[in-house]
């Protein structure tokens, strides 16, 4: 399925090179004000062309709105948005048919639909597809915003380079807003050049590099969500594993978590004013799959891009051989710098669900 959600849905359609790309977005609430220059911020720093870190297919990415607003306000009707491919080179794909690329879903794809699917730029297996999902996010964002829940991200890590992660406690609000409009989203703007430096290496030697990137939900009401199989951990990594190229995810002190004891784990209560609070945050903001009005933290490790341009080792679909590929076609050299507003886009449409199930819309 390419539709996720309940009380709000997202249905994302099209292929890599195909002529359009989009989303449907169902269950928003009316008379919501939707800024699109917002909305363009927020794919620009998605789109590819942009910066070295990027692959250099420039793409405009700009979202034409089919149904579901009106003078830039939500009509309650079905949104639908529709981004144009303007700038494929589908040629530098053809010797995917039979040659699948090492970790890349080229071979399970092909199995699944028969060899029926298009491998064109990765059709619908495509990072490109991450287009429509922070349109919808860009969307949601601003309806969040407007209840005073903000979300943000950085780039906590690429290789072995480390951003400094959030203070889990109390996130400061300029922080918040600088990260949500950052192409090169960094906490610590000093670990930026050696970075970048890191990234252009894997480049230049053919090659490509891993991150992980680090979110927060600040301002998300505490008594939303739900225990066992539907809670926020769950909606949101639900969400998060439809990202291409994710593949891991923890909340609060995660795996981190399992090598301490109870008494350093546990987030001791108190009040503050009326409010119940934690002096810590290992617990990322959610307890039995519920909030408990901490900022929700989680963190998302983002595999190296598998399209490279050094000679792998593949096999011939049509021949059943072993045999080489070299890929050619524009790739990023490390997926987690354009992945962050990707991020931030999906905690945004799992958290207008959370909500609207709730009725805390």
């Not at 939707?34 to 990027?54: L, N, T």
């Not at 969400?239 to 995810?249: D, E, L, Q, S, T």
């Not at 981190?256 to 990322?284: C, E, I, K, M, P």
């Not at 909030?291 to 059943?320: C, E, H, N, W, Y």
Request: charged letters at 20%.
């Amino acid at each position: 399925m390419s539709s996720w959600g309940n009380a709000v849905k997202i249905s994302i359609f099209g292929e890599s090179h195909g002529k359009a790309i989009g989303v449907v977005i169902d269950g928003l609430p009316a008379g919501e004000p939707i800024s699109m220059e917002e909305v363009c911020i927020q794919m620009a720093r998605r789109a590819p062309g942009r910066d070295k870190a990027a692959t250099p297919r420039l793409e405009k990415d700009f979202p034409e709105i089919l149904s579901g607003m009106m003078n830039d306000t939500t009509t309650g009707a079905p949104l639908c948005a529709v981004i144009q491919n303007t700038n494929t080179r589908s040629q530098d794909y053809g010797n995917l048919l039979c040659s699948p690329r090492p970790a890349h879903a080229d071979y399970t794809g092909s199995i699944r639909y028969s060899g029926f699917n298009d491998i064109r730029g990765g059709g619908h297996f495509s990072g490109r597809l991450t287009a429509p999902l922070v349109f919808a996010g860009a969307v949601c964002r601003q309806i969040l915003e407007r209840r005073g829940i903000k979300i943000a991200a950085h780039i906590a890590s690429v290789g072995s380079i480390e951003d400094e992660r959030f203070n889990s406690v109390s996130i400061p609000d300029d922080l918040l807003d600088r990260l949500s409009g950052a192409v090169f989203g960094l906490i610590d703007q000093s670990r930026e050049e050696s970075m970048r430096d890191l990234i252009e290496q894997c480049r230049l030697s053919q090659d490509s590099i891993g991150g992980t990137i680090e979110c927060a939900v600040v301002g998300f009401p505490a008594g939303a969500g739900s225990p066992m199989f539907d809670g926020i951990e769950n909606r949101i990594a639900s969400i998060v594993f439809g990202i291409p190229a994710v593949k891991g995810i923890e909340f609060g002190s995660g795996f981190a978590g399992a090598s301490l004891r109870g008494s350093q784990n546990n987030d001791a209560f108190y009040y503050d004013g009326d409010t119940v609070r934690t002096r810590t945050n290992n617990h990322g903001g959610i307890l039995g799959g519920i909030s408990s009005g901490m900022p929700i933290i989680f963190r998302v490790a983002v595999k190296p891009t598998p399209s490279i341009s050094r000679v792998q080792q593949t096999v011939s679909l049509a021949d059943k051989t072993n045999t080489t590929l070299e890929i050619k076609g524009r790739h990023d050299p490390c997926i987690a710098v354009r992945a962050v507003p990707v991020i931030e886009a999906a905690a945004a449409v799992a958290a207008v669900n959370i909500l609207a199930e709730v009725n805390k819309l």
